[in-house]
């Protein structure tokens, strides 16, 4: 049996013919943000690690994970550089851009390909999920730049003393250049496949093509296509992402308030509504934290 455990924000555990693989690695919170109460200190086995992209939210705690299992990493050259950074010897990490098929087992794989992380810039405080997002097309990076420095602003206001330190923690140990270029993973295993994404964003030509049993697709922030922040809401950016990879099972990811003051406790009655007016024939589900779930029951 294969099953998902949520670790918060966009961090899971997929338990699948003997192997235990963590998605992303963010394990430890700000102490007034909701979550399991474990730390990267907890986890005592792993084989592999594959992190979506380079922000703390995604990274922080690997280092820790990696030295206290035999796992091995895959990730982007960013990740991989800010691990290295942080003590994580290279020769237990493997680069990926998109393109390779990796092999975790004799009968697990999992395709890595290239994709988008939501437009952190267009907006302060996340919005809600029903809520209408509009304009912002066509900013430049330097654009966009100026705007990520107008939100590290507003997140010393923001935040709360301890969510101040949760990131200065986190932060001063991986400190990415950017998001470090987002990914997808698609495991094939012999129950079945399942595609994770840990941001809100995608290539249409990339996303259109797949089509795995189970998705884990993120619900957070302003969607991206194709390098442009959609026009509506979130919930409206998700069930299009459900329409175009038909799985059977859908999980959402980056949801719930793991930052508060910058991150929201996402509404679900939009979500659910959206999605099931999208793709009719996909069935949405909504575990808690560490709930088990059996991926692809028979
Ligand atoms: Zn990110």
Redesign the pocket.
């Known amino acids: 049996m294969a099953t998902l455990d949520w670790y918060g924000c966009a961090t899971f555990r997929l338990r699948t013919s003997g192997l235990t693989i963590f998605l992303d690695a963010y394990i430890d919170r700000a102490a007034d943000a909701p979550g399991t109460g474990l730390t990267a200190d907890d986890i005592d086995e792993c084989d592999w690690i594959v992190v979506g992209?380079s922000?703390f939210?995604?990274l922080y705690g690997a280092e820790r994970i990696m030295a206290r299992t035999n796992a091995t990493l895959i990730g982007s050259y960013e990740t991989i550089r800010v691990l290295e950074a942080a003590g994580v010897p290279g020769e237990r990490m493997i680069c990926v851009a998109g393109g390779e098929r990796v092999r975790l087992s004799h009968d697990v794989t999992v395709s890595v390909f290239p994709s988008q992380?939501s437009c952190?810039w267009s907006q302060g405080k996340m919005s809600q999920s029903g809520e209408e997002c509009l304009g912002d097309l066509g900013v430049t990076w330097q654009e966009q730049h100026a705007r990520m420095q107008e939100l590290q602003a507003f997140l010393g206001t923001a935040l709360s003393p301890a969510a101040v330190e949760h990131l200065r923690t986190s932060f001063v140990a991986h400190s990415s250049r950017g998001?470090g270029g987002a990914l997808l993973y698609l495991f094939e295993t012999p129950e079945g496949s399942l595609l994770y994404q840990d941001?809100s964003g995608h290539w249409t030509g990339i996303l259109d093509g797949l089509r795995p049993d189970v998705a884990i697709l993120a619900a957070a922030g302003r969607g991206n296509i194709d390098g442009e922040p959609i026009q509506g809401s979130l919930a409206d950016f998700v069930a299009r992402q459900v329409a175009a990879v038909q799985p059977k099972r859908v999980v959402l990811s980056h949801h719930d308030d793991w930052l508060p003051g910058f991150s929201v406790p996402t509404a679900m009655e939009p979500l659910r509504q959206a999605i099931a007016a999208a793709a009719p024939s996909t069935e949405l589900l909504e575990p808690g934290y560490l709930a088990a779930t059996d991926l692809f029951p028979t």
Request: proline content about 0%.
């Open positions: 992209h922000h939210d995604h992380h952190v998001d941001t």
